[in-house]
């Protein structure tokens, strides 16, 4: 998961590989497995184009996967494929120079630019593929958009029927406020 300078030296020149790595081969997802956030099936696949654009290398592609996740509402577990895509660039150092800013210029760094440092004349992948895995990652882990979920009161699976349960709604002492209506001066 490497990209060697050498192989795209002239501007405008792209680079496309491809890889498949398992998951292991990333820490934080290893982490995340071995917590039992998530369970990543499958290998990450990953493609990508990298071109050169002066200093910077612009890398594009997409990654894919099976993951198995636990349902935010019922707590099965279900299966899904994790598809995303992703534009990362790469840069020796920030671009212009240091001679040409004023003296009332504030200085920002390379992640509120979006830019990814790399030293040397090779770039690792392996922390943006892992980024990019973890964003795809769905924020709330539903098995489908019509889950009910459990029943608050027996917990009971309410996908698989109504468990007889009286779910009404709790005391909302504040009820009688919605009808209030002020004068607008």
Same mark, same amino acid.
């Given at each position: 998961?490497?990209?060697?300078?050498?192989?795209?030296?002239?501007? %405008?020149?792209?680079?496309? @590989?491809?890889?498949?790595? &398992?998951?292991?081969?990333?820490?934080?997802? +290893?982490?995340?497995? +071995?917590?039992?956030?998530?369970?990543?099936?499958?290998?990450?696949?990953?493609?990508?184009?990298?071109?050169?654009?002066?200093?910077?290398?612009?890398?594009?592609?997409?990654?894919?996967? /099976? =993951?198995?996740?636990?349902?935010?509402?019922?707590?099965?577990?279900?299966?899904?494929?994790?598809?995303?895509?992703?534009? @990362?660039?790469?840069?020796?150092?920030?671009? %212009?120079?240091?001679?040409?800013?004023?003296?009332?210029?504030?200085?920002?760094?390379?992640?509120?630019?979006?830019?990814?440092?790399?030293?040397?004349?090779?770039?690792?992948?392996?922390?943006?593929?892992?980024?990019? =895995?973890?964003?795809?990652?769905?924020?709330?882990?539903?098995?489908?958009?019509?889950?009910? %979920? @459990?029943? &608050? +009161?027996?917990?009971?699976?309410?996908?698989?029927?109504?468990?007889?349960?009286? /779910? /009404?709604?709790?005391?909302? /002492?504040?009820?009688?406020?919605?009808?209030?209506?002020?004068?607008?001066?």
């Amino acid at each position: 998961m490497h990209i060697r300078i050498e192989q795209i030296k002239e501007e %405008g020149q792209e680079l496309a @590989l491809e890889f498949e790595e &398992p998951p292991a081969v990333f820490p934080v997802l +290893s982490e995340m497995i +071995s917590r039992e956030e998530c369970n990543i099936l499958s290998p990450i696949k990953t493609t990508l184009r990298a071109i050169r654009i002066d200093d910077m290398i612009a890398v594009k592609g997409h990654i894919n996967t /099976r =993951v198995r996740l636990s349902c935010g509402r019922c707590l099965k577990e279900y299966e899904t494929p994790l598809h995303s895509r992703f534009d @990362l660039t790469y840069v020796h150092r920030i671009p %212009g120079s240091r001679e040409d800013e004023d003296q009332d210029e504030v200085e920002i760094s390379a992640a509120q630019t979006g830019l990814i440092y790399f030293e040397g004349d090779d770039i690792n992948l392996q922390d943006g593929i892992q980024e990019q =895995v973890i964003l795809a990652l769905p924020v709330k882990a539903l098995c489908n958009s019509h889950c009910k %979920g @459990l029943c &608050p +009161s027996c917990g009971a699976d309410l996908n698989a029927g109504e468990c007889g349960c009286n /779910r /009404r709604p709790a005391d909302n /002492r504040f009820a009688v406020l919605k009808n209030l209506k002020l004068d607008d001066k």
